[in-house]
Nanobody, 124 residues
């Protein structure tokens, strides 16, 4: 099993920034993909970013491209999502997730392990 623990959500004004963290522990794989998802009330969980752990490749949805950056700190087994130029429509619960292997941006159903989620609220 892989355990994922998220932190870093909160309330921010439009135009501001937040950084989410996703710390992994437990079973590790030689290659895996870490995905970032968000779910707003009444909406489906949507992918916003994905990155190859130890692979240096990232993918972003069109809605966040150019504003969000996913990065990793291998020494800390942690993945980050830096969110800049935040908009009210970015308000959602954000989740990190992991799946063995390297894959591009994909749906939530393809991921095996999930963090608990963290609320991000952007005020106008």
């Amino acid at each position: 099993q892989v355990q994922l623990v998220e932190s870093g959500g909160g309330l921010v004004q439009a135009g501001g920034s937040l950084r989410l963290s996703c710390a992994a522990s437990g079973r590790t794989f030689s290659t895996y993909t870490v995905g970032w998802f968000r779910q707003a009330p009444g909406k489906e969980r949507e992918p916003v970013a994905a990155m190859f752990w130890r692979g240096g490749v990232t993918f972003y949805s069109d809605s966040v491209k150019g504003r969000f950056i996913s990065s990793e700190d291998i020494s800390k087994n942690t993945v980050y999502l830096e969110m800049n130029s935040l908009k009210p429509e970015d308000t959602a619960v954000y989740y990190c997730a992991a799946r063995p292997g390297y894959y591009a941006l994909g749906p939530a159903k393809d991921y095996d392990y999930w963090g608990q989620g963290t609320q991000v609220t952007v005020s106008s």
